[in-house]
């Protein structure tokens, strides 16, 4: 088997001698840097209050009836962060990561929207705008670009989500794939595209991710029985970034979050999806293991869920709720947040956790600190309608 | 063979089957409008009341011990081999249909009523939904379509709405149970007037309130669901929807409330904008919005009338490549292409196929349905699943097709001399097909 190097070595041959007709093809390892920034979306609604539980509160339990979590200590209780807030039960792997100093907690965050629409949040989460945008960019592609173009953006989806799209060309690549249609076919299908260029760029971005694959052999990998639903798109991109060749910053979701009804506290349906992605992240983390200390993972959601119950044991689309940021290159543990409070003054529209932290400002953070792109061009060029929005200091071990 | 038969074919149709572009070449827009008059094709299916007993069944077998929730990839899960019959048979009849436009109008509506079995009450329901709720009325009135596609169990199911009681119903004051906003929300910001179209959380509520009440009916000690209007659970009142007063009337309030919703702007616009994007452009030309959501005020939300100016439109006609087909499109002119030597492509297999390729039949990741633009389709990975899709395909079909025939009743119209050329020197037949598979041209409508 002839592998990457060799094989991009010969065309790249074939291109100096001018026998190949074919537009140079999409490289990864142009990267100066290598650090690794892992952005995942946790579609429909993360419940915030359940994931996280404000266990000091003292209006928690009374407000949130019987989706409360118990304190910490108590039977199905809590993990403790600090004296005010706890993790779900079911994200034991996290909260070895707390212990570790590689997790810290958002909460009470938001982006700026407030109109409860899971498309429209999404939206904004993703184009980091005020609100729902058309423009169809997103604010990783706009960093992309400040960091060098194509080359250096995954994502774990049949084709890119809005925060990774836009002019800077990303690759994908889904969990599973297959052998595949043989090179030579593959090379006359291109020439089928030399008038559309947008078919040539997907075309080519996805024979170097195969390339990559194949090399790590990860199709057979994923295959393994028995790990969880998650677990297998988790273990994948682990394999691709800590791939010296593989991409810098890449995307991930997971859905299921929408939990309007029978949503559980301690076990039931919630508990078991953040079960599934707290064990799909402790595979991440240790499949990284060798870039860990290089990496950064910023798990957040459209919107939090309404604080109290709705009719039908769920919560209904809220405004605030929380995020998770995880890695090596973490200075240590910590929760992030102004808490508002929850007694029913407090609350945004006398229902939800009220919005006191931008998520913005904790995504351009990490952009600057982590990805190390200068403040002024995350303010003019990616997070550009974001006022004076204030970084966090500290984030990130230096 | 004409380019506007090329549109007529792939743009309102499903791709062209063997000869199907010489007998469009004559009048395209008067073929497609004598499309428009077909109706639902009979079927050995199950109905609604038939589906829900289905699932009753399942529930009966996990009460037996004879299967548990783990089991449901089984077999001989009724519910799971339903739900295979209904995308074999929905595959089916969009490859042989005679009228893929009444189809792609069924695909249409079905995706923007979306239900999906991402939640499991929906597995043995989604097919008998779009048979039953959606087919009947796409070209008859959005009001009728709304009301059938709203108060289906399987929208009641997907959407929460079933378990929503009155807090001041009987039910509610009873027991301790509420309102669930969900269905309420998506009829409002998906179904009808769309985001931005005029409403706010009072709104949201107000609806929650109304359809309240629409639920599962009990029956006695029946595994089987049945679903119906609870007066028990109705919020009792008047409520105030969109600034109009609906009078406390039971379940007749939902019937009021959605008339109102069907007759509104916002929701001629929010529809108009949906079909144009699906049937002109990714950006929809503001024009040609107008021009359809005018057409829908007109004539009360007629979707035939609706339909028949879309199909009016020059821009229509302008781009034969403005848009992506989505998978299912995709996948299903292959197999018209091939005249329905399709054999290599249904069942387990099909299905398998179709969520590798992101769309899995009646499965839409949210509420909002599937995507409708070309980028959401597009992607490398989804791209080289396409390419081995066709190679596939190819491989299993080729020996027996003439590459040059099945050229001409395809893509021939808008290909460039060149690429037809260098299609036909193939190196062999089964690369060809699969090089005319992968080519913009057939990927793209």
């Given at each position: 088997m002839i592998s990457a190097l060799n094989r991009r070595g010969l065309l790249q041959g074939l291109l100096g001698a001018g026998l190949?007709?074919?537009?140079p093809r999409f490289a990864y390892a142009k990267t100066p840097d290598d650090r690794r920034f892992i952005f995942i979306i946790l579609r429909g609604g993360m419940d915030g209050l359940a994931a996280v539980p404000p266990v000091g509160d003292k209006d928690y339990v009374a407000l949130r009836g019987p989706l409360a979590i118990a304190a910490p200590g108590q039977a199905d209780g809590a993990l403790p962060l600090d004296d005010r807030f706890g993790l779900h039960p079911a994200l034991a792997p996290l909260h070895a990561l707390w212990h570790a100093g590689q997790l810290q907690v958002v909460h009470a965050a938001s982006t700026p929207y407030r109109d409860r629409s899971h498309f429209d949040a999404q939206n904004v989460l993703e184009t980091g705008g005020r609100g729902p945008s058309g423009a169809g960019v997103g604010w990783l592609n706009r960093a992309l670009g400040l960091m060098g173009g194509s080359g250096l953006g995954l994502a774990v989806n049949e084709a890119a989500p809005l925060v990774m799209s836009g002019p800077t060309q990303v690759a994908t690549w889904v969990s599973g794939s297959g052998a595949g249609p043989s090179d030579y076919l593959l090379d006359a299908i291109d020439r089928l595209y030399a008038d559309s260029p947008a078919f040539h760029a997907a075309l080519a971005t996805a024979r170097d991710t195969e390339q990559l694959l194949a090399d790590a052999d990860t199709n057979a990998m994923t295959r393994q029985r028995g790990l969880g639903r998650l677990t297998p798109s988790f273990k994948g991109l682990a394999s691709l970034m800590r791939d010296d060749r593989g991409p810098r910053i890449a995307t991930l979701e997971v859905t299921g979050w929408d939990t309007h009804s029978a949503q559980g506290a301690a076990t039931g349906r919630l508990a078991v999806l953040l079960g599934q992605f707290a064990d799909a992240l402790a595979a991440l983390r240790k499949d990284l293991d060798p870039v860990w200390s290089k990496t950064i993972v910023v798990a957040a959601t459209e919107f939090g869920r309404t604080a109290a119950p709705n009719g039908t044991g769920g919560t209904d689309h809220g405004t605030a709720g929380a995020a998770f940021l995880l890695g090596g290159a973490l200075e240590g543990r910590r929760v992030i947040t102004d808490w508002p409070g929850l007694s029913r003054d407090r609350l945004y529209e006398g229902r939800d956790l009220a919005p006191t932290t931008d998520l913005r400002s904790i995504f351009a953070s990490v952009l600057r600190d982590h990805v190390g792109l200068p403040e002024a061009d995350i303010r003019s060029r990616v997070f550009v309608d974001a006022g004076q929005m204030p970084f966090v200091a500290d984030l990130v071990r230096v | 063979m004409s380019r506007e038969a090329f549109i007529a074919a792939n743009r309102f149709g499903l791709g062209p089957r063997p000869g199907e572009l010489s007998a469009l070449s004559g009048d395209p827009r008067g073929a497609l409008f004598e499309q428009l008059k077909s109706g639902p094709v009979p079927t050995d299916l199950p109905g609604t009341a038939g589906a829900l007993d289905v699932a009753g069944s399942r529930k009966a077998m996990m009460a037996e011990g004879k299967m548990d929730a783990n089991d449901d990839g089984r077999p001989d899960n009724p519910v799971r081999e339903l739900y295979l019959r209904e995308v074999t048979a929905r595959f089916d009849r969009c490859v042989a249909s005679a009228a893929p436009l009444h189809d792609r109008l069924v695909l249409f509506w079905s995706n923007h009523f979306t239900v999906s079995v991402a939640r499991s009450g929906v597995v043995p329901l989604a097919g008998v939904f779009e048979r039953e709720a959606i087919a009947p009325h796409v070209t008859g009135r959005f009001e009728d379509l709304l009301t059938a596609a709203t108060l289906h169990p399987a929208m009641l199911t997907y959407l929460d709405?079933?378990?929503?009681?009155?807090?001041?119903s009987k039910v509610g004051q009873r027991k301790d149970a509420g309102l669930n906003e969900n269905l309420g929300r998506e009829v409002l910001e998906l179904h009808t007037l769309g985001v931005g179209g005029g409403y706010g959380q009072g709104d949201v509520i107000a609806l929650a309130r109304i359809l309240t009440g629409w639920s599962v009916v009990t029956g006695g000690g029946d595994t089987s669901k049945r679903f119906g209007f609870d007066p028990n659970r109705h919020e009792p009142g008047d409520k105030t929807l969109v600034g109009t007063r609906i009078r406390e009337g039971g379940e007749q309030e939902t019937r009021d409330a959605l008339a109102i919703l069907a007759r509104h702007p916002s929701t001629a616009k929010h529809l108009a904008t949906k079909l144009v994007r699906h049937f002109v452009a990714d950006d929809p030309p503001a024009a040609a919005v107008e021009a359809i959501a005018a057409v829908y005020l007109k004539t009360d939300g007629d979707l035939g009338a609706v339909t028949r100016a879309v199909i009016g439109l020059d821009a229509a006609w302008a781009d034969p490549l403005a848009k992506m087909k989505t998978p299912w499109e995709l996948t299903v002119a292959m197999a018209r292409a091939l005249g329905g030597e399709a054999a290599a492509i249904d069942g387990p297999l099909l299905f398998r196929r179709l969520r590798g390729l992101g769309q899995a039949p009646f499965g839409a990741p949210s509420p909002a349905g599937w995507p409708d633009r070309s980028t959401d389709w597009l992607g490398p990975d989804a791209l080289m699943r396409r390419i081995d899709l066709g190679a596939d395909i190819a491989n299993k079909a080729?020996?027996?097709?003439?590459l040059a025939a099945l050229l001409d009743g395809t893509i021939a119209p808008v290909l460039t001399p060149a690429k037809t050329q260098f299609i036909k020197g193939a190196g062999d037949r089964a690369s060809g097909i699969a090089m005319i598979f992968a080519s913009p041209e057939f990927q793209q409508r």
């Open positions: 190949l007709a074919s537009v | 709405q079933y378990r929503s009681v009155g807090p001041n080729g020996a027996r097709l003439d």
